[in-house]
């Protein structure tokens, strides 16, 4: 079987990465891909863009490829299952209606409220004196978000009134995120630890990849404006037995039979960001629809499942009595970025320590290019050095010594991916 993984990211690495490691696949085509793809084994870049969906589906047929794994969120939103399914051909995607969980904060909001699922209440407005009102009343910390796909950077969670305010003027007046920005959603800070609770869905059934935290803001202890994730770790001990079944029987269940009750089956990678509280409750912060990038990285890597397998049986409505498989270990991703990232940034500087590697590692690619025989920054996030161990400790040690051998110009990296995890070990 050939297979084609549309992206040209760190979770796109991790996937073609994964598929290619089936017995059943042959090759992986990846569009565009990275330089990280394209010394892969079993793996091919091709020069397409992730919303050529034409282009993608003339390769598919001249190929005879029979699978294509889609891993970026614009693409779904932009009705790429559409059009793979005219053409007749097998794509592993929401449809564009049901990718409305992640591209409309307002509708994944009302979805839930319809649905009785738990999350922090909110307004949505397109109004910035109604913003400021209800600021003013609601008080901080509270939270700022984009209503539309801002890569995963618009979200704003103000520790003062007037920080919030200035969030919601930057969104509605002055347009920083776009179009993305044209409506905001308000919602109440939550309390607790994040989670990333990420299944594979077939509309009717569910199945549960392994648990793992993001890293969010830019610097260590949780400092500085969000990025797209600084790093992640699998699994998440936040999540416990107990908390795993609340998170199936609460938010995932109620949301695949909710989009399949409202004509929008949902057939994909369903991402949920939760917090779970103190008291163990859990509130979703938000949907993607697409695996969580960096999260791909460790969960992937442990993953013991053939992938290819389960995306086909998912398209197929075939989930039913299958289950996914992991390795007992516990894996450390660290991305590394580019200097200024998420702000500007200047990339086409040289990496070196590519070659550098331990047992229970691997580097994945992010935003790289190669020229000739010279990789290179082509991206904000770089990077993504995976290490798994038998714990965190010796999981952590592993990741900072590959991560400490790379090196390019302006390179930047949290030193402490997987810090809750080592607080509740005692480490």
Request: hydrophobic content about 40%; aromatic content about 8%.
């Amino acid at each position: 079987m050939k297979v084609l993984v549309i992206g040209s990211g760190g979770r796109e690495h991790a996937l073609a990465w994964a598929l290619a490691r089936s017995d059943d696949v042959e090759q992986v085509f990846v569009a565009p891909g990275n330089a990280g793809t394209l010394s892969e084994a079993k793996c091919t870049n091709v020069a397409i863009g992730v919303g050529d969906f034409d282009d993608q589906i003339n390769l598919c047929k001249k190929h005879g490829i029979e699978l294509t794994v889609v891993g970026p969120e614009d693409p779904l939103v932009n009705g790429v299952r559409e059009h793979f399914d005219n053409a007749g051909l097998k794509c592993f995607a929401p449809t564009s209606l049901a990718a409305q969980l992640e591209g409309s904060k307002q509708f994944a909001k009302k979805f839930m409220q319809r649905h009785g699922i738990p999350t922090a209440e909110f307004i949505a407005t397109t109004e910035l004196d109604e913003a400021v009102a209800h600021i003013e009343s609601h008080g901080a910390p509270i939270v700022v978000k984009a209503n539309g796909l801002a890569a995963g950077k618009g979200v704003i969670v103000a520790q003062t009134k007037s920080e919030a305010i200035e969030a919601a003027t930057a969104m509605l007046s002055e347009e920083r995120f776009g179009a993305a920005g044209h409506e905001i959603v308000i919602e109440d800070f939550l309390e607790g630890e994040e989670a990333s609770f990420i299944v594979i869905a077939d509309g009717k059934t569910a199945l549960p990849f392994a648990s793992s935290q993001d890293h969010k803001p830019v610097f260590d202890g949780g400092r500085g404006p969000n990025t797209g994730g600084m790093g992640a770790y699998s699994p998440a001990p936040v999540v416990s037995d107990a908390v795993q079944e609340k998170i199936m029987t609460q938010v995932i269940n109620p949301t695949i039979a909710g989009m399949r009750a409202e004509g929008m089956p949902f057939q994909g990678f369903l991402y949920a960001g939760l917090m779970v509280g103190r008291d163990q409750a859990v509130k979703v912060v938000e949907f993607n629809c697409r695996f969580g990038d960096p999260e791909a990285q460790p969960v992937l890597f442990r993953m013991q499942s053939d992938l290819a397998r389960l995306c086909l049986a998912a398209i197929n409505i075939d989930l039913t009595g299958k289950e996914l498989k992991f390795d007992d270990r516990k894996a450390i991703g660290v991305v590394l970025a580019s200097g200024g990232y998420p702000n500007a940034y200047e990339t086409g500087y040289a990496i070196s320590g590519l070659d550098r590697s331990l047992p229970g590692s691997k580097i994945f690619h992010a935003g790289t290019s190669q020229r000739e025989s010279q990789v290179e920054t082509a991206g904000g996030r770089v990077l993504c050095v995976v290490g798994a161990d038998g714990d965190f400790v010796q999981a952590r040690q592993t990741v900072y010594s590959v991560v400490e051998g790379i090196e390019f110009k302006d390179r930047h990296y949290r030193t402490d991916i997987g810090y809750r995890a080592l607080e509740r070990l005692g480490a």
